[in-house]
């Protein structure tokens, strides 16, 4: 069973049109992330939704709209692709254990804008 | 804020060799760190984190890394590598929120190279 999982795998789309990317966790976890990597494999967050509410929002153009419509999902939308936004966006989860936790990952969804 | 600076893009080691990765971080308080590796195309694997307590840490396949407060480092090592440790390893940073979650900041990451 896929812990996090991320659909689709692959998309390409034309600059302008308006793309969602889908995360769902089989994990019980309360917390989901949005983490954006560039072509540098830099790894650089997004937003953070705790029990549906956005904790974390980082400097993040408003083209782009997290939507959490339970705990166990957290949806990218992006609206008005520009090149620049090609990138792998992996979407990942908290486990808290205590003072302890970490971070469980998606594969990734690699978004391609031409 | 929290950062974290991993000096050393790219590595190359020859196999059964030893390795060390190194990794400096920047945060006001005690700061809860982690290791991850990526292989191409998939997504990250935890190989281990330091919350408190013993700040030598063990991990999967065989690695472990030492928390250093005095040099604000993380380095992970690994006493003869394989070639399938080939990949690229991140290092992050995140404190613990009054919430229970994290904000996890990741370094840039450092790409291992394995020669037979």
């Known amino acids: 069973d896929t812990a996090v999982s991320q659909t689709p795998k692959y998309l390409v789309t034309q600059m302008g049109n308006d793309k969602s990317i889908k995360c769902e966790q089989n994990?019980?976890?309360?917390?989901m992330y949005w983490y954006k990597q560039d072509s540098k494999k830099f790894l650089k967050i997004m937003f953070s939704?705790?029990?549906?509410?956005?904790?974390i929002n980082e400097t993040v153009p408003n083209r782009f709209s997290p939507k959490s419509p339970d705990k166990a999902h957290l949806n990218l939308h992006i609206n008005s692709l520009e090149l620049g936004d090609s990138a792998v966006y992996f979407c990942a989860s908290w486990s808290a254990a205590g003072e302890s936790g970490e971070l469980f990952f998606g594969e990734g969804s690699r978004l391609t804008v031409l | 804020a929290q950062s974290v600076t991993q000096p050393d893009i790219h590595i190359t080691v020859s196999e059964g060799a030893s390795l060390e990765l190194r990794c400096n971080y920047s945060?006001?308080?005690?700061?809860?760190l982690f290791w991850y590796v990526q292989s191409p195309g998939q997504g990250l694997q935890l190989l281990l984190k330091y919350f408190s307590g013993d700040t030598l840490v063990q991990g999967i396949k065989g690695f472990e890394a030492e928390f250093k407060r005095s040099q604000s480092s993380f380095n992970l090592r690994k006493p003869s590598v394989h070639w399938s440790d080939a990949a690229e390893y991140f290092c992050a940073v995140g404190p613990l929120h009054s919430g229970g979650y994290q904000k996890v900041t990741f370094g840039t990451g450092t790409k291992l190279q394995v020669i037979p």
């Open positions: 939704y705790n029990n549906k509410e956005l904790i």
């Open positions: 994990l019980g976890h309360d917390t």
């Open positions: 945060y006001g308080a005690t700061p809860y």
